[in-house]
């Protein structure tokens, strides 16, 4: 089976711009999580989907938001970009969430924000 | 919610050496406990995994021990080789939440 993929891999941005990233999960899984990755904050939480619905949320503002597409591929949106949006967005499938199902993770998109 | 402190930040071992790594977690209802290795520029990739309701699991050369009344979680890889440097993370999940919370990581390094 292929693992999870992101799109695009690297991304520039200036301040105040929006941004959409991409995950296609495993083949067969349901849930996406999504991760921000910073040297300061380590690994922090974003949201996660399931079956098209948001069920869990981390502590990041209205300007983080997702979606989740009917066939299980899921995007992160960030609107009005600031400096410490600068990161590593991984995410994660897993087969059902909330199971102790095992969450791999995609290659991450790279974002800095100038 | 859920806090995980992980210990320690940093830690060199000599090759053929065992390697500890200790995280505690806040939440008792927590009951899922991955570990994932992260090397440089890649993705974190699962190396074990305990659930609540086991106190250790082995691996070949990596195990976790899990002490749920004192609510820690420990990871040890024997006979440490090159190819174990990485940066380490702990993680802690609730029942039917699919929210990781993560430890703050332990950069390994395995001297020749």
């Known amino acids: 089976k292929a693992g999870v993929t992101q799109t695009p891999r690297y991304l520039i941005k200036t301040r105040g711009q929006q941004v959409t990233l991409s995950c296609s999960p495993i083949?067969?899984?349901?849930?996406v999580s999504w991760y921000q990755q910073t040297p300061g904050q380590g690994l922090q939480f974003l949201f996660e989907y399931f079956s098209e619905t948001q069920r869990n949320k981390g502590n990041f503002p209205g300007r983080f938001s997702g979606r989740q597409f009917s066939n299980s591929r899921s995007e992160m949106n960030v609107s009005t970009l600031e400096l410490g949006d600068s990161a590593l967005y991984l995410c994660?499938?897993?087969?059902?969430?909330?199971?102790?199902?095992?969450?791999?993770f995609g290659p991450g998109t790279r974002l800095t924000v100038l | 919610g859920e806090n995980v402190e992980q210990h320690p930040s940093t830690l060199s071992v000599q090759e053929g050496d065992s390697a500890v790594i200790k995280c505690t977690y806040s939440d008792s209802a927590s009951n899922y406990f991955p570990w994932y290795k992260q090397e440089l520029g890649k993705r974190p990739q699962l190396i074990i995994d305990?659930?609540?309701?086991?106190g250790e699991k082995k691996d070949q050369r990596i195990a976790v021990t899990l002490n749920k009344t004192a609510k820690h979680f420990s990871l040890h890889i024997t006979e440490t080789q090159p190819e174990d440097s990485a940066v380490y993370f702990c993680?802690?999940?609730?029942?039917?939440?699919?929210?990781?919370?993560f430890g703050t990581g332990t950069r390994l390094t395995i001297i020749p």
């Open positions: 994660a499938s897993s087969l059902r969430g909330g199971h102790s199902d095992t969450q791999y």
């Open positions: 305990i659930r609540s309701n086991v």
């Open positions: 993680a802690a999940r609730l029942a039917s939440v699919e929210k990781l919370t």
């Open positions: 083949s067969g899984h349901r849930s």
